[in-house]
């Protein structure tokens, strides 16, 4: 027998074999992993069958509502269309804005 790097290794010992052509304490070593994987295969079914088995499906009352999105933001906002505001041209007194309108109010043309 080769090993992986090239040594040879020594034979193994032989060693006499028992009834049905198995080393002595073989078969109850293969004996004992199939009682084991019975054991466990008897253990998974209890339990997967004593689960509790429910028809019940998961349900949501749904019913319409106004729904409004709302974005909250902090910056500045630059305008696409600016309408420069200044003072008559020929103005003798210094002047000053005496209204002005509410944040996000609609106006109309000349008001």
Do not use: N, Y
């Not at 060693?15 to 295969?41: D, H, I, N, Y």
């Not at 269309?81 to 309108?101: E, Q």
Request: with cysteine.
């Amino acid at each position: 027998m080769r090993l992986a790097r090239g040594k040879v290794s020594s034979p193994s010992p032989r060693v006499e074999r028992g009834e049905g052509g198995q080393r002595p304490g073989e078969g109850t070593r293969v004996r004992a992993k199939c009682s084991f994987m019975r054991t466990t295969l008897v253990l998974l079914t209890l339990l997967s069958l004593a689960r509790a088995k429910t028809d019940d499906v998961a349900t949501c009352k749904v019913e319409p509502i106004t729904f409004a999105r709302r974005v909250t933001a902090e910056g500045t906002l630059k305008a696409v269309k600016a309408t420069p505001v200044g003072v008559p041209p020929h103005a003798t007194s210094p002047m000053k804005v005496s209204w002005i309108a509410d944040d996000g109010a609609l106006l109309r043309k000349g008001t």
